[in-house]
C-alpha cells in the first residue's frame, strides 16, 4: 500500500499564494506521476497538475503561468506553488501517486487539504 500526507492548505485573500506539500510512503511504484487534483462544492474532482519521475509537467489551462509543480524523487514527494490565487481556485486538494507504464492501473489517492480563497 501507498500513503499520501499533504500539508500546507489553508485561507488565504485573493492574490496570495500557498504552497502545498505531499510526501508518499510504502510501496511507491517506481514508474510513477505524482499530482494535484481538486474538488470544489458541488464539482468533480480535475487535475490541477501532475508530474512524472523525469519531470514531464501537465497542467490545467485554469492555473498555468500561476501554479508550479515540482517534485523530489528522493523524498518521494510532491509540491504544489500556488501564486495569484483567486476565489475559483478554492476546493479541497488531493495528492494522487499513480502508476505508469508496467505500473499503470495503481492509483493512490491522500485524504485533501482544504484550500480556501477570500475575495
Known amino acids: 500500500q501507498v500513503q499520501l500526507v499533504e500539508s500546507g492548505g489553508g485561507l488565504v485573500q485573493a492574490g496570495g499564494s500557498l504552497r502545498l506539500s505531499c510526501t508518499a510512503s510504502?510501496?511507491?511504484?517506481?514508474?510513477?506521476?505524482m499530482g494535484w487534483y481538486r474538488q470544489a462544492p458541488g464539482k468533480q474532482r480535475d487535475l490541477v497538475a501532475d508530474i512524472t519521475r523525469g519531470g514531464s509537467r501537465n497542467y490545467a489551462d485554469s492555473v498555468k503561468g500561476r501554479f508550479t509543480i515540482s517534485r523530489d524523487n528522493a523524498k518521494n514527494t510532491v509540491y504544489l506553488q500556488m501564486n495569484s490565487l483567486e476565489p475559483e481556485d478554492t476546493a479541497v486538494y488531493y495528492c494522487?501517486?499513480?502508476?505508469?507504464?508496467?505500473?499503470?492501473?495503481?492509483?493512490?489517492w491522500g485524504k485533501g487539504t482544504l484550500v480556501t480563497v477570500s475575495s
Open positions: 494522487n501517486v499513480r502508476g505508469l507504464g508496467l505500473s499503470f492501473g495503481m492509483d493512490y
Open positions: 510504502g510501496s511507491i511504484p517506481s514508474n510513477n506521476a
